[in-house]
Structure formats: structure tokens, C-alpha cells
């Protein structure tokens, strides 16, 4: 059974940094596109940020200069820097992966943001 599993979320002050991971257990050649969407408090889904398999990169303008997102294709992983945290990123933070075309989601992690 495919999986997606995330770690790396946590409460943090404003200013700080967090990284999250995000491990995918398909398979590794169908993998295209693995992202990181965020859904904070009341609010719907949003994309984050997302990496083409080639390592091109996509973010939304609010976290750009921020965050950074980076994959490593031989352990199918995805990883999401986040540096200067503000108290709008607190959201539930999912993992997004694009494998044959069939789009997979971690279960969430939580980022809490303190002022």
C-alpha cells in the first residue's frame, strides 16, 4: 500500500525556521511533481510550494524568499525549508505527491507559528 508520510512540524516563535520531510513509498520512476500544500484554520487548501521532477520549482508569492523546497529522487523525498516564520503560516502543512498521474496526501502535520 502507497504511502505518504510527513514529519517535521512543530510550534516555533516568529523568526524561526522548520523543516519538514516527506517520504513517499511508491513508485520511484512513476513520481512526478511532489509538493507541499498548506490548509490554515478556517481557511481552504493552498499550494506552498511544488518541485518538478527535473527540480523545477513553483511557490506561492506569500512564502517566496522564504521557504525553499528541495526533493531527493533516490529516496523519494521531499523536504520544505521554512526560515523567518510568521504567524500566518500556521496551518496543518500536507504532502502532495504526483505518481502516474494519481495524486497521493500525507495525513498533515501541524506548524504553529507564535508572535
Known amino acids: 500500500q502507497v504511502q505518504v508520510v510527513e514529519s517535521g512540524g512543530g510550534s516555533v516563535q516568529a523568526g524561526g525556521s522548520l523543516r519538514l520531510s516527506c517520504a513517499f513509498s511508491g513508485s520511484r520512476v512513476g513520481i512526478s511533481t511532489m509538493g507541499w500544500y498548506r490548509q490554515p484554520p478556517g481557511k481552504q487548501r493552498e499550494l506552498v510550494a511544488a518541485?518538478?521532477?527535473?527540480?523545477?520549482?513553483d511557490y506561492a508569492d506569500s512564502v517566496t524568499g522564504r521557504f525553499s523546497i528541495s526533493r531527493d529522487n533516490a529516496k523519494n523525498t521531499v523536504y520544505l525549508q521554512m526560515n523567518s516564520l510568521k504567524p500566518e503560516d500556521t496551518a496543518v502543512y500536507y504532502c502532495?505527491?504526483?505518481?502516474?498521474?494519481?495524486?497521493?496526501w500525507g495525513q498533515g502535520t501541524q506548524v504553529t507559528v507564535s508572535s
Open positions: 502532495n505527491v504526483v505518481n502516474w498521474g494519481d495524486h497521493y
Open positions: 518541485i518538478g521532477r527535473g527540480g523545477s520549482t
